[in-house]
């Protein structure tokens, strides 16, 4: 994870799946979470929200940026003369200091020193339709010649791949935001629904997503797709452009139908879950489950999207659906049980709650979070649920200190980590 700051702009946060590396209740009891869902719960058509071109998007800001902001802006820092999103957080002090954080129309995160700002009011209302075609209009100019815009009902893709690429990754993202409905639904997260459309950036090549990541990632020709926190983008490439390997290599651009066959073959699971990853982050903190801004405690933010990453074999879209019940991971599983044998879990465990990224053992750290995530999901999911709601509801941009992170996470699990480990390592061994 990588951080980086501008004037204008929040910590660049990058939550990378590099090729997949990211990888107490007694344990007799039923496991929780395969209990039926209730007759209450709502059903995805029915949580569904008028997305129509008419609907007035309302309740924004306008922030008027002073000129002597605008004339002593740094080199490639983004400033514009006016901004206009959704209010974040309101820091500024009586003095003039202080800062004004706001989501932009186009989902930018935006972080405003009040020194900077001219004025704030409301800004004026206007339908989805119209934000649509701004923010298509905006991508275009962005990307420039050869990139076309396909949209869905919560998603912008911009592509330069074959429209069958295309079709296949808004068939993937929607399948995917429903079946996150259906877990809210099913832990009891009321979460808010998202009117502004989520973009989604697809090149054709390796190669080009390589040169347009390595602008806001470490390790950009290791992986297949990133979401950035900063810009609400996910990003990734065309995995079925290309076939074969080195001189041998050939590409090709297929129909929807035959990039469907070609990704559903299991060969190519591997790279297919770094974008089912990568898009779980963005709906997660898109919805309000955990928050761009921070806090959040990362080990549930990427337990939840390994929890997400493994295919169920029943949807059409190339084995990749949603139900309430979730498979193993059979690979972070395979890696958990190769490093709880060689490690103290009962450290591994606390250190894991305490961080706030990732450092030293990747492969350790998000296998551990898996295997927790998914022993807390099967077997103390209501506590799961509020621990992950209490964070989510903590002020945004809150120091969130190791300590805090221990007595959260103490607060609804215990503070008996043996015990907890004990029926983690039980738990796992029966999987």
Not at 71 to 91: K, T
Not at 361 to 373: C, E, G, Q
Not at 380 to 400: C, G, S
């Amino acid at each position: 994870m990588k951080r980086a700051t501008s004037t204008l702009g929040t910590a660049a946060i990058i939550l990378t799946l590099s090729a997949t590396l990211l990888c107490s209740a007694q344990e007799q009891e039923k496991d929780a979470s395969d209990a039926p869902e209730t007759p209450s719960a709502r059903s995805v058509k029915s949580a569904r929200v008028d997305r129509s071109d008419d609907v007035p998007i309302v309740g924004r800001k306008r922030v008027a940026i002073k000129q002597s902001a605008l004339d002593e802006s740094e080199e490639g820092v983004r400033l514009e003369r006016e901004i206009i999103g959704r209010e974040i957080a309101d820091y500024r002090t009586p003095s003039g200091g202080g800062k004004y954080a706001i989501e932009d129309e186009y989902g930018f995160l935006r972080t405003i020193p009040a020194a900077a700002i001219k004025s704030i009011d409301d800004a004026p209302d206007a339908t989805l339709g119209e934000l649509r075609e701004a923010c298509k209009k905006r991508l275009l100019a962005e990307f420039g010649e050869g990139f076309s815009v396909k949209t869905t009902d919560r998603y912008l893709f911009v592509y330069n791949s074959s429209d069958g690429y295309a079709e296949w990754c808004a068939r993937l993202f929607d399948n995917l935001a429903d079946g996150f409905q259906r877990y809210a639904d099913k832990n009891g997260f009321d979460l808010k629904e998202r009117l502004e459309p989520m973009t989604v950036v697809v090149f054709a090549a390796k190669s080009e997503f390589v040169r347009y990541a390595s602008n806001e990632t470490p390790g950009a020709d290791q992986i297949a797709a990133y979401y950035n926190l900063e810009t609400n983008r996910v990003v990734l490439y065309d995995l079925s452009e290309t076939e074969g390997t080195g001189a041998a290599a050939t590409r090709r651009r297929r129909t929807f139908q035959e990039t469907k066959e070609y990704l559903s073959r299991p060969n190519a699971a591997f790279n297919v879950a770094t974008i089912v990853h990568e898009a779980t982050h963005q709906v997660a903190y898109n919805r309000g489950l955990f928050q761009r801004t921070g806090p959040f405690a990362l080990w549930t933010a990427e337990g939840l999207s390994l929890l997400f990453e493994t295919p169920n074999g029943k949807a059409s879209q190339g084995g990749w659906g949603y139900r309430s019940v979730f498979p193993v991971n059979e690979r972070q599983l395979a890696i958990f049980r190769e490093v709880a044998s060689r490690t103290s879990q009962k450290d591994a465990l606390r250190d894991l709650i305490r961080q706030d990224k990732f450092m030293v053992d990747l492969r350790a750290s998000y296998a551990t979070s898996w295997a927790l995530f998914h022993y807390l999901y099967k077997k103390r999911p209501k506590e799961l649920a509020e621990y992950m709601r209490e964070i989510a509801n903590k002020p945004p941009f809150t120091v969130y200190s190791p300590e805090d992170r221990i007595a959260d996470f103490e607060k609804y699990f215990g503070n008996d980590w043996e015990k907890l480990t004990e029926n983690l390592l039980k738990f796992v061994k029966r999987l």
